[in-house]
Each structure stands twice: as C-alpha cells, then as structure tokens.
Nanobody, 125 residues
C-alpha cells in the first residue's frame, strides 16, 4: 500500500524561503516518477515539477523556474521542494504525487496514481 505524505508547509514571509518534503511509503516503481503540484484558491491544480526516477531528470513549469528547486533521495522515494523568493501568489495548497510512469510530456495533465493530502503554504508581507 502506497502512502504519500507532504510536510513543511506553513506561514512564510514575502521574499522568504520554505522547504517542503514528501515521502512515498511503499512506492517501489523505480521507473516511475514523483511530482509537486499546487492549487491556489479558486484556481485549477498546477504542476510545479516532476522527477523521473530512473534518470533523475527534473522538469519544471515555467512559473517557478529559477525560484523553486526540486531534489530527491533516490533510495527512499523522497523529494523536496526548496522555494525561494516567495511571492503572495505562491500561497496555495501544495501536493505531492507518485506515479508508476515516468514524467514524459503529460505529467501535468494525466491522472497520477498516488497523492498526498497536501500541505498549506501561506505567504504574507
């Protein structure tokens, strides 16, 4: 049984930093992927980054390039999201997902297999 759990959310200052963590317990698909998404109030869920587990390649959405960095711990199926230069528009529920497929081109839109409950990030001045 796969369980995905995020942690590290909270209140951050404008321009500050925050690091989120995600662990996919019971996930053993070395050919799969893990990804970060967020959902801002009143908006659709948005893909942030995706890690293809076999290669370690990481894809980022343009909206966070240069500010957010994703890293992983390969053996433990854990990923991190280091967020810097936080803006009020980064206020959102952040979700982690694990999937049996590699990222490919469709990771933002396809139905990924396993999701966490999310962790709230609130950025204020």
């Amino acid at each position: 049984q796969v369980q995905v759990a995020e942690s590290g959310g909270g209140l951050a200052q404008l321009g500050g930093s925050l690091r989120l963590s995600c662990t996919a317990s019971g996930f053993t698909y070395v050919g799969g992927s893990m990804a970060w998404f967020r959902q801002r109030p009143g908006q659709e869920r948005e893909g942030i980054s995706c890690v293809s587990w076999a290669t370690g390649a990481i894809a980022y959405s343009d909206s966070v390039k240069g500010r957010f960095t994703t890293s992983r711990e390969k053996e433990t199926f854990r990923i991190y999201l280091q967020m810097t230069g936080l803006e009020e528009d980064d206020t959102a529920m952040y979700y982690c997902a694990a999937d049996r497929l590699t990222c490919g081109n469709g990771w933002r839109k396809r139905a990924l297999d396993y999701w966490g409950q999310g962790t709230q990030v609130t950025v204020s001045a």
